[in-house]
Each structure stands twice: as C-alpha cells, then as structure tokens.
C-alpha cells in the first residue's frame, strides 16, 4: 500500500515557477513509478510528466517539455516536479500518482495509488 500527498501548488503569476513535492508512504515506492497528472476545470485529467523507479528514465507531455523537470529522491521518498515559465493554461489541480510497475506509463489507468491533489493557479 502506498499513501500519497502531494503539496507545494498556490497562486502565481504568469512566467512564475512552483515546485510540487508528492510525499509517499509505503515500503515499496522506492520501486514504483510516478507520475505527476493535472485535471483543469471542465477537462479530463491528463499526464504531465512521469518516472521510473529510478528516476533514470522520464516522460514529458508535449505541453509541459521543456519547461518543467520531473525527479525524485527514494531516500526521503519524495518525487518532484519543478514548473518554471507557467502559463495560465498550465491552472488546474495537479495529482501525483504511483504505479506498482517500475516502469513509466502514460495510461492514468496504470496507475494505482493517488493524492488528493495541489491546486496550480497561474493568473495572467
């Protein structure tokens, strides 16, 4: 079992930058991957960007390449995601989400466990 709670969202305004930390418990999140996922209002949820257990292979939707940087620490297991040039576009509640797999995916539906979620606000 693995219990996720993810934190660091707030208001900001365009160009700005927030880090989103996804703390977990459970003895085996050092080996699952995790993916940071964001739902706006009125729109599905969708990935923004994932990683594997070791963190030596990561994803990046579209959307959120080359502005924002996925990472993790297992040691203090915590996975990050630094979001810097944001847009008003990038509002919405963001979930962090942990598969049993240690492989990434890009399926919400491969994933098992889930936050609550952080609200990102990004006023213009």
């Known amino acids: 079992q693995v219990q996720l709670v993810e934190s660091g969202g707030g208001l900001v305004q365009a160009g700005g930058s927030l880090r989103l930390s996804c703390a977990a418990s459970?003895?085996?999140?050092?080996?699952?991957?995790v993916g940071w996922f964001r739902q706006a209002p009125g729109k599905e949820r969708e990935i923004v960007a994932s990683?594997?257990?070791?963190?030596?292979?990561?994803y990046y939707a579209n959307s959120s390449k080359g502005r924002f940087t996925i990472s993790r620490v297992n040691a203090k297991n915590t996975v990050y995601l630094q979001m810097n040039s944001l847009k008003p576009e990038d509002t919405a509640v963001y979930y962090c989400?942990?598969?049993?797999?240690?492989?990434?995916?890009?399926?919400?539906?491969?994933?098992?466990?889930w936050g609550q979620g952080t609200q990102v606000t990004v006023s213009s």
């Open positions: 459970g003895r085996t999140f050092s080996t699952s991957a």
């Open positions: 989400a942990a598969r049993r797999e240690a492989t990434t995916s890009t399926r919400e539906s491969e994933y098992t466990y």
């Open positions: 990683i594997s257990w070791s963190g030596s292979t990561t």
